[in-house]
C-alpha cells in the first residue's frame, strides 16, 4: 500500500520556476518506479517524467526535456519535480504516481502506476 501526495503547485508567470514535490508513504517506497503526469483542460493525461525505484534511469517528455528535472530521495519518500522556463502550455494538473514495478520501458503509460497522488494545479500566464 502506497499513498501519495502532491504539492507545490501555484500560479506563475511564464519564464518562472517552480517546484512540484511527492510524499510517499510505507517502507517499501524505494522499491517503486515513479512517474509525474499532467492533464490540462480538454486534453488527454499525458506523461511527464519518470524515474526508476534507485534514481539510476530517468527519462522525460521532449516537451519538457532541458526545462524540467525529476528526482527522488528515498530516505525521505519524496519524488520531486524541478520545473524552469514555464510555458503557459505547462499549465495543468499535475500527479504523482507511482509505479507496480522498479522500472518499465512502458513509462510513459499510465497502466504502468498503481497509485495516484491528487494533483496539485500548476497555472503559467503570459
Known amino acids: 500500500q502506497v499513498q501519495v501526495i502532491e504539492s507545490g503547485g501555484g500560479l506563475v508567470q511564464a519564464g518562472d520556476s517552480l517546484r512540484l514535490s511527492c510524499d510517499a508513504s510505507g517502507r517499501t517506497f524505494s522499491i517503486y518506479g515513479m512517474g509525474w503526469f499532467r492533464q490540462a483542460p480538454g486534453k488527454e493525461r499525458e506523461s511527464v517524467a519518470a524515474?526508476?525505484?534507485?534514481?539510476?534511469?530517468?527519462d522525460y517528455a521532449d516537451s519538457v526535456k532541458g526545462r524540467f528535472t525529476i528526482s527522488r530521495d528515498n530516505a525521505k519518500n519524496a519524488v520531486y519535480l524541478q520545473m524552469n522556463s514555464l510555458k503557459p502550455e505547462d499549465t495543468a494538473v499535475y500527479y504523482c504516481a507511482a509505479g507496480n514495478s522498479a522500472w518499465t520501458t512502458r513509462w510513459a503509460s499510465t497502466s504502468e502506476y498503481g497509485y495516484w497522488g491528487q494533483g496539485t494545479q500548476v497555472t503559467v500566464s503570459s
Open positions: 524515474i526508476s525505484a534507485s534514481g539510476a534511469l530517468i
